[in-house]
């Protein structure tokens, strides 16, 4: 309800913006020099600037609506970028994310499933995504209404919006400045493979388990979702709608 209550508001912010950069642009910068063409010019880039993030905020913010709307059970997978592939890293933590009605819980996570490993690679994010929902059946994931790919950058995107997340063997809790590397180094720093792949689910249980349960404002969240999407660490994948950063 926070998020379709938002949904207006952000739609009149974007368009306000649009409006401005282009009664900006329109007026033009001809003629005008020394600090006066520099403010211009600093005016015209943080406008555009501001309409890039409100956009891509207000994206976050329908997708997250539409994720949460009804009933809906969607595939995690959790990638090691320290073991390279193309589209990003191997798969290391899976699991699902049930929505109902807005309540979200995490129904399973481990350590990510052989199927999942062994699926098609792409450089294309949306193409990794739907091979990976492609594999889940096999791999006893069923039922599924999409794919969420989050890596350990992204993930520390949270722990920032969340606060420090107390972890096993972490004596001062995964922070933002830690979580990226307790997941890609020290995760794998264990004496064997099976240690490794649980610590590393562990880690990632942690801090979805305290996302779930603490809560971050909409517009919190709705940064975070954002800027990791656009910076690749993050893919949505919805089948039948339109391709997704």
Not at 4 to 32: I, K, S, Y
Not at 156 to 185: H, M
């Amino acid at each position: 309800a926070a998020i379709q209550d938002t949904l207006p508001d952000m739609d009149t912010v974007t368009n306000e913006l649009a409006e401005a950069l282009r009664a900006l642009e329109e007026a033009g910068g001809d003629g005008l020099l020394g600090p006066v063409a520099t403010g211009y010019r600093d005016a015209v880039e943080g406008l555009s600037l501001r309409l890039d993030l409100a956009t891509r905020f207000r994206d976050s913010l329908r997708l997250t609506a539409s994720m949460l709307d009804g009933d809906h059970r969607y595939l995690i997978c959790v990638p090691a970028l320290g073991v390279p592939r193309p589209g990003g890293g191997t798969p290391a933590t899976a699991g699902v994310l049930v929505a109902h009605d807005g309540v979200l819980e995490l129904e399973s996570l481990g350590p990510a499933p052989a199927q999942l490993i062994r699926a098609d690679t792409s450089i294309d994010r949306q193409r990794m995504a739907r091979a990976l929902l492609d594999a889940a059946p096999a791999a006893g994931l069923t039922d599924l209404d999409g794919v969420i790919v989050i890596d350990a950058v992204a993930l520390e995107d949270i722990v920032w919006t969340i606060g420090d997340v107390e972890a096993a063997g972490i004596p001062f809790g995964l922070s933002d400045r830690t979580t990226t590397d307790a997941l890609e180094v020290n995760a794998f720093l264990a004496d064997a493979p099976p240690r490794t792949a649980q610590l590393h689910a562990d880690r990632v249980s942690a801090i979805l388990e305290a996302f779930l349960e603490e809560r971050p404002g909409v517009e919190t969240f709705a940064l975070a979702m954002a800027a990791a999407a656009r910076d690749g660490h993050m893919t949505i994948f919805l089948p039948g709608r339109a391709e997704r950063p």
